[in-house]
């Protein structure tokens, strides 16, 4: 296996982001300075999981999943000066979407659900919205050439999810 794309919060220089490539199957993780071990950044998972091993073997029921472009938002996304970003991750549905991330490695928010690639996102100087790269399909049809999509009010989307999740931040 191999690392790649490593990146460090700019709201925190402990926190180093990363992904894990084994197989074809991209691994995204979150380490903190200092703490032994890091943790997948995973939205199909229920809880924060610690693997010693990053180039473990893949799972065979994820045969080509994909977790990462990890983009960090470079301010603090609510009135509680939390951590988050942007990823990409491939999800239950097999399909790569755009999530928003929390630093704690426990929200995790599915912000696009359309049929075809979604990646690269990049925030906004702001910290305000969200732009992502699509390549959009029809189902049954051809899919369509890469265009740009804006995700707006992300800090909103936060607090709309929290409301309908309330335990999930404590």
Same mark, same amino acid.
């Given at each position: !296996?191999? %690392? =790649?794309?490593?990146? @460090?919060?700019?709201? $925190? *220089?402990?926190? #180093?982001? /990363?992904?894990?490539?084994?197989?074809?199957?991209?691994?995204?993780?979150?380490?903190?300075?200092?703490?032994?071990?890091?943790?997948?950044?995973?939205?199909?998972?229920?809880?924060?999981?610690?693997?010693?091993?990053?180039?473990?073997?893949?799972?065979?029921?994820?045969?080509?999943?994909?977790? !990462?472009? %990890? =983009?960090?938002?470079? @301010?603090?996304?609510? $009135? *509680?000066?939390? #951590?988050? /970003?942007?990823?990409?991750?491939?999800?239950?549905?097999?399909?790569?979407?755009?999530?928003?991330?929390?630093?704690?490695?426990?929200?995790?928010?599915?912000?696009?659900?359309?049929?075809?690639?979604?990646?690269?996102?990049?925030?906004?100087p702001t910290g305000k919205s969200l732009v992502y790269v699509s390549a959009r399909r029809k189902i049954g049809g051809p899919e369509e050439p890469s265009d740009l999509y804006?995700?707006?009010?992300?800090?909103?989307?936060?607090?709309?999810?929290?409301?309908?999740?309330?335990?999930?931040?404590?």
């Amino acid at each position: !296996g191999e %690392l =790649a794309n490593p990146s @460090v919060s700019p709201l $925190d *220089r402990h926190l #180093i982001a /990363f992904e894990s490539i084994v197989e074809r199957v991209h691994r995204l993780w979150i380490k903190r300075e200092g703490r032994e071990k890091p943790f997948r950044v995973n939205p199909r998972i229920e809880k924060e999981e610690e693997v010693e091993d990053v180039f473990a073997k893949k799972p065979e029921s994820l045969e080509a999943s994909y977790d !990462g472009d %990890l =983009a960090w938002c470079p @301010v603090p996304l609510t $009135d *509680r000066r939390e #951590i988050w /970003f942007a990823f990409v991750s491939s999800g239950e549905a097999q399909n790569q979407d755009i999530y928003l991330g929390h630093a704690n490695g426990r929200e995790f928010i599915r912000l696009t659900k359309q049929l075809g690639i979604d990646h690269q996102p990049c925030w906004s100087p702001t910290g305000k919205s969200l732009v992502y790269v699509s390549a959009r399909r029809k189902i049954g049809g051809p899919e369509e050439p890469s265009d740009l999509y804006l995700i707006q009010d992300v800090a909103d989307i936060v607090e709309r999810y929290r409301e309908n999740h309330p335990n999930i931040g404590d």
